[in-house]
């Protein structure tokens, strides 16, 4: 069975900085890609930043120059450094990946099950 589990959200003051790690487990033949999704309330989901198993990495502009997205293929894991955090990046954080099964060898799109992140003084 395929899963993604998150970690590192949290309560954090503006200017601070939370890392998040969302590691892929199960019967994996390969990971296409993965990246961050966040979701405020009364908002859509929005693309944070995403990145290929080649290390091709795109981010949104709210938080280019702030946020840094890496992977380690080996772990099946994908990072997210946030920096300079803003009130405006409370949300719910969640990890996807494009996977194909080893055991359908066929692709399907994954989700966490998301990570509270609150900015506040």
């Known amino acids: 069975q395929l899963q993604l589990v998150e970690s590192g959200g949290g309560l954090v003051q503006p200017g601070g900085s939370l890392r998040l790690s969302c590691a892929a487990s199960?019967?994996?033949?390969?990971?296409?890609?993965m990246g961050w999704y966040r979701q405020a309330p009364g908002k859509q989901r929005e693309l944070v930043a995403g990145i290929t198993i080649g290390g091709i990495t795109n981010y949104a502009d709210s938080v280019k120059g702030r946020f840094t997205i890496s992977r380690d293929n080996a772990k099946n894991t994908v990072y997210l450094q946030m920096n300079s955090l803003k009130p405006e990046d409370t949300a719910i954080y969640y990890c996807n990946a494009d996977i194909i099964s080893a055991a359908a060898l066929s692709r399907k799109d994954y989700w966490g099950q998301g990570t509270q992140v609150t900015v506040s003084s």
């Open positions: 199960g019967s994996i033949f390969k990971i296409t890609a």
